[in-house]
């Protein structure tokens, strides 16, 4: 089943403990992408890859990082969470050129106390 | 860059009634129009889409305008059931795929039975 991986969909953790949110796709898809969802500002796009070793800010990569060392992988790194990133997170690829669609994995809600 | 206000951010309406939900765009750039669906709890998914050299396109009950003069795009939903109770997210981008969209900050549609 085609499908966009992420792991954990739900942690809470506090201020400065560093952690990372998996994203795997099985689609052999060239780009992937980072969205945060928070209430009143839609999706904002964190990072972005266009291929393996490519990566490219979005409209809000602060406090973010990110890798691509394979295709189908495109961690989410959160190196020192602070409280503002409290959000819903979503992951999601796409055929790089390709009819349009984005393909969104379920989410992870993350929590920083 | 880009910049996607979209309006209302809830709208209500009664089963059978027709909704619009309408977006505007700044990049004169932008080629692409996608719209998403995302139901309670679950992922958004990408219901229909234009781009710019079309100026409306139709799927059973859902159609898409586009008026490039004026950079607004919407969404008709005709006949609507309780099945389209969800929120919905306008998108745009110059780049003629789903790389790099900027969405809309999303309508919460409820259709009353």
């Known amino acids: 089943e085609a499908q966009v991986t992420q792991n954990p969909r739900y942690l809470i953790t506090v201020t400065g403990k560093k952690l990372t949110v998996t994203c795997s796709q099985n689609?052999?898809?060239?780009?992937m992408s980072w969205y945060r969802q928070d209430p009143g500002l839609g999706l904002r796009q964190i990072y972005y890859?266009?291929?393996?070793?490519?990566?490219d800010k979005g409209d809000v990569p602060e406090g973010y990082k990110v890798s691509r060392k394979e295709k189908r992988n495109f961690p989410l790194i959160l190196e020192s969470p602070s409280p503002n990133q409290t959000s819903l997170y979503f992951c999601?690829?796409?055929?790089?050129?390709?009819?349009?669609?984005?393909?969104f994995g379920e989410g992870s809600r993350l929590t920083v106390l | 860059g880009e910049n996607v206000e979209q309006h209302p951010s809830t709208l209500s309406v009664q089963e059978g009634d027709s909704a619009v939900i309408k977006c505007t765009y700044s990049?004169?750039?932008?080629?692409?129009f996608p719209w998403y669906k995302q139901e309670l709890g679950k992922r958004p998914q990408l219901i229909i889409d234009?781009?710019?050299?079309?100026g409306e396109k139709k799927d059973q009950r859902i159609a898409v305008t586009l008026n490039k003069t004026a950079k607004h795009f919407s969404l008709h939903i005709t006949e609507t059931q309780p099945e389209d109770s969800a929120v919905y997210f306008c998108?745009?981008?110059?780049?003629?795929?789903?790389?790099?969209?900027?969405f809309g900050s999303g309508t919460q549609l409820t259709v009353l039975p």
């Open positions: 999601a690829s796409s055929l790089l050129l390709n009819t349009g669609e984005l393909f």
């Open positions: 689609m052999n898809h060239e780009y």
């Open positions: 890859s266009m291929n393996v070793e490519v990566t």
């Open positions: 990049d004169s750039a932008s080629n692409y």
């Open positions: 234009i781009r710019s050299n079309v």
């Open positions: 998108a745009a981008t110059s780049s003629g795929s789903a790389r790099q969209l900027t």
